[in-house]
């Protein structure tokens, strides 16, 4: 069966920007900046994107692209555009009207929207996808989509590792019972992270939960190269002058500011929580990878 979409949506999503990097390394900051910017729709950690891409190396390429597209510009795009799936809570980060101007906001609900003028406008508009922990999988992206636009968040390994350990992703308790971490392969009744390779689950099962919060940073930067990636963010730098340094990004991405981008860089700072770990828990060898990797990508940015 060959089935297809319009014509717009490969034209759309082959020229999206692709966010990704480890957890915790300030994913959600550079989303919110980047939805805050001119003609630009952010869609932050789609479920059924977050689903899709381990899938990516299983599925037939024209299978996977079709389903990756439809869910992109019909599920998601499309109905941004109408107002129809925009996040009106105002506790939450994704919050709309906290990156979008209230008469943009205002003028997508003021009528019923047309699928065929709503597909007009997708020409005009950039499509942003936030999904960290995709790092293993940005080099096959690339060859379906190699006009992307790439780009990697870095931050020291202990802010990002004593975060993922205080969420407690990755305990004894979720490995072997419920988990608040999705998605994730379960095998004989464990739940793994769903990029760790099958080789890798007996290591996992023997390491801490500290340690495997380290290799879950280390695997993500050691799958690829860093210049696969277009752009290279390092989050330590950017808190101290966000101004300029994202100044930079949008000139590199051809973008303009959006009504409120320069409030919400007015409010990017270092949070006031004390991240230090005791490097004496990890074992030896893991601590060498972590760091190592760490200093490889920071000489990229």
Same mark, same amino acid.
Request: aromatic letters at 12%.
């Given at each position: 069966?060959?089935? /297809?979409?319009?014509?717009? &949506?490969?034209?759309?999503?082959?020229?999206?920007? %692709?966010?990704?990097g480890?957890?915790?390394?300030?994913?959600?900051?550079?989303?919110?900046?980047? &939805?805050?910017?001119?003609?630009?729709? #952010?869609?932050?950690?789609?479920?059924?994107?977050?689903?899709l #891409?381990?899938?990516?190396?299983?599925?037939?390429?024209?299978?996977?692209?079709?389903?990756?597209?439809?869910?992109?510009?019909?599920?998601?795009?499309?109905? &941004?555009?109408?107002?129809?799936? =925009?996040?009106?809570?105002?506790?939450?980060?994704?919050?709309?009207?906290?990156?979008?101007a209230?008469?943009?906001?205002?003028?997508?609900?003021?009528?019923a929207?047309?699928?065929?003028?709503?597909?007009?406008?997708?020409?005009?508009?950039?499509?942003?996808?936030?999904?960290p922990?995709?790092?293993?999988?940005?080099?096959?992206?690339?060859?379906?989509?190699?006009?992307?636009?790439?780009? &990697?968040?870095?931050?020291?390994?202990?802010? /990002?590792?004593?975060?993922?350990?205080?969420?407690?992703?990755?305990?004894?308790?979720?490995?072997?019972g419920?988990?608040?971490?999705w998605?994730v392969?379960?095998?004989?009744?464990?739940?793994?992270? %769903?990029?760790?390779?099958?080789?890798?689950?007996?290591?996992?099962?023997? #390491?801490?939960e500290?340690?495997?919060? /380290?290799?879950?940073?280390?695997?993500?930067?050691?799958?690829?190269?860093?210049?696969? %990636?277009n752009?290279?963010?390092?989050?330590?730098? #950017?808190?101290?002058?966000?101004?300029?340094?994202f100044?930079?990004?949008?000139?590199k991405?051809?973008?303009?500011?959006?009504? =409120?981008?320069n409030?919400? =860089?007015?409010?990017?700072?270092?949070p006031?929580?004390?991240?230090?770990?005791?490097?004496?828990?990890?074992?030896?060898?893991?601590?060498?990878?972590?760091?190592?990797?760490?200093?490889?990508? /920071?000489r990229?940015?």
């Amino acid at each position: 069966m060959n089935l /297809c979409l319009v014509p717009e &949506a490969h034209a759309v999503v082959r020229q999206s920007i %692709f966010l990704t990097g480890s957890m915790r390394s300030g994913t959600t900051m550079m989303a919110r900046l980047l &939805a805050s910017l001119e003609d630009t729709e #952010m869609f932050i950690e789609p479920s059924s994107i977050y689903l899709l #891409m381990p899938m990516i190396t299983e599925l037939e390429t024209k299978h996977w692209k079709i389903i990756f597209e439809c869910i992109l510009y019909e599920d998601y795009l499309v109905p &941004a555009l109408a107002g129809r799936n =925009l996040n009106f809570n105002s506790n939450d980060l994704t919050y709309v009207g906290g990156y979008m101007a209230k008469d943009v906001i205002d003028k997508r609900l003021s009528t019923a929207h047309k699928h065929s003028s709503l597909v007009n406008r997708t020409r005009e508009t950039s499509i942003s996808i936030k999904l960290p922990e995709m790092m293993p999988y940005v080099e096959k992206l690339r060859t379906y989509y190699p006009h992307m636009k790439y780009v &990697a968040m870095l931050r020291r390994p202990e802010s /990002c590792i004593v975060s993922m350990l205080n969420k407690g992703w990755y305990s004894d308790e979720g490995l072997h019972g419920k988990t608040n971490k999705w998605p994730v392969k379960n095998e004989l009744g464990k739940n793994f992270p %769903f990029w760790l390779p099958d080789d890798k689950h007996n290591q996992w099962c023997s #390491m801490s939960e500290i340690e495997r919060c /380290c290799y879950s940073y280390y695997f993500q930067y050691r799958s690829i190269k860093p210049n696969k %990636f277009n752009l290279i963010v390092d989050y330590d730098k #950017m808190v101290i002058d966000p101004s300029s340094i994202f100044a930079l990004i949008v000139e590199k991405l051809g973008l303009k500011y959006g009504k =409120l981008t320069n409030d919400l =860089l007015a409010g990017v700072s270092e949070p006031d929580i004390e991240r230090t770990m005791d490097w004496e828990q990890i074992d030896s060898r893991l601590k060498e990878k972590v760091f190592s990797t760490y200093e490889y990508w /920071c000489r990229a940015t």
